[in-house]
């Protein structure tokens, strides 16, 4: 498995004189995720993955997967402070997450496949867009914008998730087929040990594409998240 992928990306903080640290205090350094990134899941050795979906430039996420892993991550945007936006033509099986994450406020908010409004975002106040528009989504009628990112659901590769999958700043893949697999190897340049794995992922475990960079990560529901969501699943 490859290591080291950097998700984490967002505004850079003040820059400061350099700080020194012996090495036999190195273990009781730890460093505080902040609201500036979502936790996707943990590699192998547990460590969490954190992704940042808010910058201030066009940010374009596709996720070739299930249903869970998208309301998942729509959760967990939505708590750090962040409007969602879900563009879906089936808005039932949103329903219970938007009302359950509400609270009384809109925090995540359902719209019909092309019909999702301007919404004005900014660095204070970032969106993330959640595509749920199928096989073939069309075109947004909102795209992505300064501290305004895109998530496109694909439930498998369908014939417009190459050209969705090409244009995208991060890709993430869940279990396919061993055809879909080889032809994601080929989009993807990936080694042939994460094309043969694509096929065999459990539930939960989703590939992390970011040009050189990948990382695996599975996706452990909070108690919360469970309750509401149910177990990890591939398909819906």
């Known amino acids: 498995m490859p290591g080291g992928l950097s998700l984490l990306q967002g505004l850079q903080g003040p820059r400061r004189a350099g700080h020194s640290l012996p090495a036999d205090e190195l273990a009781a350094l730890s460093l505080p995720i902040g609201d500036d990134g979502v936790v996707v899941g943990n590699d192998a050795e547990g460590r969490p993955q954190v992704v940042g979906f808010h910058h201030p430039m066009p940010y374009d996420v ?109 890709v993430g893949v869940q279990r396919v087929s061993p055809d879909e697999a080889q032809q994601l190897g080929r989009i993807l340049q990936l080694p042939r040990q994460d094309v043969e794995s694509l096929s065999t992922l459990g539930d939960g475990i989703t590939l992390w594409w970011a040009g050189r960079d990948r990382q695996y990560a599975v996706t452990q529901p909070t108690d919360a998240e469970s309750g509401l969501l149910g177990n990890p699943r591939r398909l819906d």
């Open 62 to 170: 596709v996720l070739i997967g299930g249903l869970w892993t998208a309301q998942v991550l729509a959760l967990r945007t939505a708590g750090t402070g962040a409007r969602v936006a879900v563009e879906t033509g089936r808005a039932p099986v949103w329903t219970n997450l938007v009302q359950a994450a509400g609270a009384g406020q809109e925090c995540i908010t359902l719209h019909d496949v092309g019909h999702v409004p301007p919404l004005g975002a900014t660095v204070g106040s970032p969106v993330l867009i959640v595509r749920d528009c199928g096989m073939r989504p069309p075109r947004g009628r909102v795209s992505s914008g300064p501290w305004q990112s895109v998530l496109t659901l694909l439930p498998y590769l369908s014939p417009v998730a190459p050209r969705l999958v090409r244009n995208a700043a991060l």
